[in-house]
């Protein structure tokens, strides 16, 4: 079965880490760049990182550089996007997809929810 499944959200303190994972099943792994991308309560989704397949360069939003940091693991499938420093302006439904532009992603993955709060 050809899916995304993202993992390792919930709920954290402001100033708390968290690291999401991405896994991948069905399909040529190492092809692909992988996205993160976030949509919080009421605004649009909104790209957060990606790295690439082939030199693992990457990319990162303003309001998430310094603090959150991508990776890949092609023998396991998975990227990771580590996420420290939180701040309850990151809480929001956090998809990995495979490509760092929105409107060219294929495949989604179903999301997996990060909640910043005290």
């Known amino acids: 079965q050809v899916q995304l499944v993202e993992s390792g959200g919930g709920l954290v303190q402001p100033g708390g880490s968290l690291r999401l994972s991405c896994a991948a099943s069905?399909?040529?792994?190492?092809?692909?760049?992988i996205g993160w991308f976030r949509q919080a309560p009421g605004k649009e989704r909104e790209g957060v990182s990606c790295?690439?397949?082939?030199?693992?360069?990457?990319y990162y939003a303003d309001s998430v550089k310094g603090r959150f940091t991508i990776s890949r693991d092609n023998a396991k499938n998975t990227v990771y996007l580590q996420m420290n420093s939180l701040k309850p302006e990151d809480t929001a439904v956090y998809y990995c997809?495979?490509?760092?532009?929105?409107?060219?992603?294929?495949?989604w993955g179903q999301g997996t929810q990060v909640t910043v709060s005290s």
């Open positions: 997809a495979t490509d760092c532009h929105e409107r060219a992603v294929a495949l």
């Open positions: 069905g399909f040529t792994w190492d092809y692909y760049a």
């Open positions: 790295i690439s397949s082939s030199d693992g360069s990457t």
